[in-house]
């Protein structure tokens, strides 16, 4: 990854294949104004930043890109929603798609995956935020399962290979210890996915430890509803949100050491 540089506004370009049209960027932790641990592009407004500073971190993001980014209220769940022109900050979902030019679908990580999509054309966009919880869901359907029946694009199988998808940064598969449960949320709807878990250490009460591959998780899931064409997050080291402090915030680490943790975000958009 290249350098970051506070004096600019903290972010970058995805270099993905999009279509002819489609801009997309992610945001890294320098180039803003917030202090403390939430220093300094934090883009959360429920994190206990003060307000005035998320908000002109917000502007200063909207300015560089010259798009309205749209944040949802993200619970961890699988609620999808379309946006229009009217649209609002604070809707809650955890993934929104849209046809309309100059919104950009946006979701905001501090170590859950973001991932980014745009149908073969570019005439419509997505985003979603995945955790383990909205990844794994219930019963199988989580985030993504739900993003395909609400986003036209994506509703027929046959069609999901065409669309480009892009996977940001979040907590490395060598930080991320999850307990039984979290294995198990996965495995109780798909034994392929014990293949992304690895054995770790035992906690205190003696119960197993496991290391999971939140990256890989998420692109067994894809290729399992029919999209192929997947770049970014290889699950390497550059792209752990954890081990690389400098360019991302994350809420396993910083919360722990600070006392708290900044939001980054990922956006696609169509130009007006």
Known sequence: MPKADPSRVGCQP?????????KAAWT??????????WSSFNLGDHVGDDPLAVARNRQRLALELGVRPVFLQQVHG???CRLRSDSQDGQQADACWTDEAGLACTVMVADC????FSDPDGGSVAAAHAGWRGLAGSQGRGVLEALCEAWPAA???ADRSRITVWLGPCIGPGQFEVGEDVRQAFLQSDAGSEAHFVASTLAVDGSARYLANLSALARHRLRQLGFNAIEGNDGSAAWCTVSQPSWFFSHRRDTVRLGGSGRMAALIW???
């Not at 995805?14 to 489609?22: D, I, K, L, N, T």
């Open 270 to 272: 169509r130009p007006s």
């Open 14 to 22: 995805v270099g993905a294949c999009w279509p002819a049209g489609v």
């Open 78 to 80: 699988t609620a999808v």
């Open 113 to 116: 995956l973001p991932l980014l």
């Open 28 to 37: 890294y932790r320098e180039g803003g104004v917030s202090v403390g641990p």
């Open 155 to 157: 509703q027929r199988c």
